[in-house]
């Protein structure tokens, strides 16, 4: 069973930066796409960005493109969201998953989801 424990969210001021991994357990980064999606109150869960397992290529949500930043390390089976510049509208619990990755196919999950951690973003 594919396994994710999401860690590093936090209270962050607006403005501010946090770094959130994602750790999968039987799963490969090599050979699967993973993405970041996010919950807020009382709305849908949508997708945030995602890495492609084949050439790495990104992709990213309108409204975060050049503040947040995906990458991942294949070694320690773990992805990354590098997050700057934070806006209150960036609360939400973030989840990590295996997911599509394309223009065509965007941020479409597949098959099971971690905890999710809770990022903050308030004065």
């Known amino acids: 069973q594919v396994q994710f424990v999401e860690s590093g969210g936090g209270l962050v001021q607006p403005g501010g930066s946090l770094r959130l991994s994602c750790t999968a357990s039987?799963?490969?980064?090599?050979?699967?796409?993973i993405g970041w999606f996010r919950q807020a109150p009382g709305k849908g869960r949508e997708g945030v960005s995602c890495?492609?397992?084949?050439?790495?290529?990104?992709l990213y949500l309108a409204s975060v493109k050049g503040r947040f930043t995906i990458s991942r390390d294949n070694a320690k089976n773990t992805v990354y969201l590098q997050m700057t510049s934070l806006k209150p509208e960036d609360t939400a619990v973030y989840y990590c998953?295996?997911?599509?990755?394309?223009?065509?196919?965007?941020?479409?999950?597949?098959?099971?989801w971690g905890q999710g951690t809770q990022v903050t973003v308030s004065s």
């Open positions: 039987r799963f490969s980064l090599d050979s699967n796409h």
């Open positions: 890495i492609r397992s084949d050439t790495g290529s990104t």
């Open positions: 998953a295996r997911t599509s990755c394309s223009i065509a196919d965007y941020l479409r999950p597949v098959g099971s």
